[in-house]
């Protein structure tokens, strides 16, 4: 089995893209005024960003011989996310609210990076990429504010 670092890394990278989906779900859902659909489509987007990059860290852990935890109380425990709030938002208020739970993500992901890359090369890299497509994402949503 693999160093329990880069498992727990992995783990926490899981929590972090899985409560990133649903918190951009919930913006999407409630976000209401101007650019309504422009942000209604780019939350769409990183959304499936974050789901593909959830995918393939899960499959990394089981690969290296642990077992991936997706269940909704181990999210809501090991995510750093921050909780986005019951009922509307507004456009201008989800664009950097977006943006900081994106880039907090990433910058958690980042925080592991080196360390990982040290036990396990190939954990390393699927990290690295998932950091990459985050940070564009954030700056794309910081961008549009």
Same mark, same amino acid.
């Given at each position: ?15 972090? #893209?899985?409560?990133?989906? /649903?918190?951009?779900? $919930? ?7 101007? !650019?309504? !659909? ?10 499936? #960003?974050?789901?593909? $990059? ?5 499959? !990394?852990?089981?690969? @290296? ?21 019951? =009922?509307? @938002?507004? *456009? ?7 943006? !900081?739970? @994106?880039?907090? *993500? ?6 592991? #990076? ?9 954990? =390393?890299?699927? /990290?690295?990429?998932?950091? @990459?497509?985050?940070?564009? $994402? ?8």
């Amino acid at each position: 089995m693999a160093e329990k670092m880069v498992v727990d890394a992995l783990q926490r990278t899981l929590c972090d #893209l899985i409560d990133l989906s /649903l918190v951009c779900k $919930q913006y999407h859902w409630n976000i209401q005024g101007p !650019r309504f !659909r422009e942000l209604h489509l780019a939350l769409d987007e990183v959304v499936d #960003l974050a789901r593909e $990059q959830y995918d393939e860290v899960a499959e !990394r852990i089981a690969t @290296i011989g642990a077992f991936p935890d997706g269940r909704a109380d181990t999210v809501s425990k090991g995510s750093a996310v921050d909780n986005p709030g019951e =009922g509307p @938002i507004a *456009v201008d208020d989800a664009y950097p609210a977006t943006a !900081r739970a @994106i880039q907090k *993500v990433a910058d958690r992901i980042k925080s592991d #990076l080196d360390k990982v890359d040290d036990q396990d090369s190939l954990s =390393g890299d699927i /990290l690295r990429a998932a950091a @990459i497509a985050l940070e564009q $994402q954030a700056w794309f949503f910081r961008a549009s504010a």
